[in-house]
């Protein structure tokens, strides 16, 4: 505001602004207050979500450990249903993946494991879900489906695991060229297992 002659035209001055103003600094001041309260409240609502998906998956560890899988199926589905999108719920379809397989459900665990690739943020847990789909793949002899699972993957952590998982799909269709170049391609990617794929290498003259 400019300077005033006297105290009684700046006091005026101030009404008259704030009579033109005073609604939209209210309103900011309160949106303000809203944008604080409502960020502490999202903060608020994430930390008890994430207690009590840490809870069903305890539930659910414990009902896993003591082999009863009709209660781990059961816990399972109720910590996915209600708290999909956390990293709890996708390990625990991850272990469901495994004790389903084990149990001779294949099919089940195959859908365990293809509901952690479309649900999972984390490309690491992505990855490693989708190593495993196709692992499985491979093994239900489903061997288009794995090795085009195995080939869209061109980056990450497990890139060497994927290229030696191509090379098994390549051998059990019979392409032994195909199998030696992709396990060799595993082996200067760094793959963990090196004894294994000289061995794979060597049945096939690598």
Request: proline share 0%; no cysteine.
């Amino acid at each position: 505001m400019a300077e005033y002659q006297t105290d009684e035209e700046q006091v005026e001055a101030i009404k008259k602004w704030w009579q033109e103003n005073g609604k939209s600094v209210i309103g900011g001041v309160a949106l303000g207050l809203l944008v604080v309260g409502g960020g502490k409240g999202w903060m608020e609502w994430s930390r008890i979500n994430a207690e009590n998906a840490s809870t069903l998956y305890e539930g659910f560890s414990q009902s896993a450990r003591g082999d009863d899988l009709p209660a781990t199926v059961q816990r399972a589905d109720e910590l996915i249903a209600e708290y999909g999108k956390s990293t709890y719920a996708q390990f625990a379809a991850l272990e469901m993946a495994k004790l389903q397989y084990q149990a001779g459900d294949k099919e089940k665990a195959s859908q365990r494991l293809q509901w952690v690739v479309d649900s999972a943020s984390d490309d690491g847990i992505k990855q490693l879900a989708q190593l495993r789909l196709a692992n499985l793949l491979l093994d239900m002899d489903k061997l288009d489906a794995a090795d085009s699972l195995a080939k869209s993957v061109s980056t990450g952590d497990f890139l060497a695991e994927f290229s030696a998982l191509t090379g098994d799909i390549a051998m059990a269709k019979g392409d032994k060229e195909s199998a030696r170049k992709a396990w060799q391609q595993a082996l200067d990617q760094g793959a963990a297992d090196t004894t294994a794929l000289r061995m794979k290498l060597g049945s096939v003259g690598g």
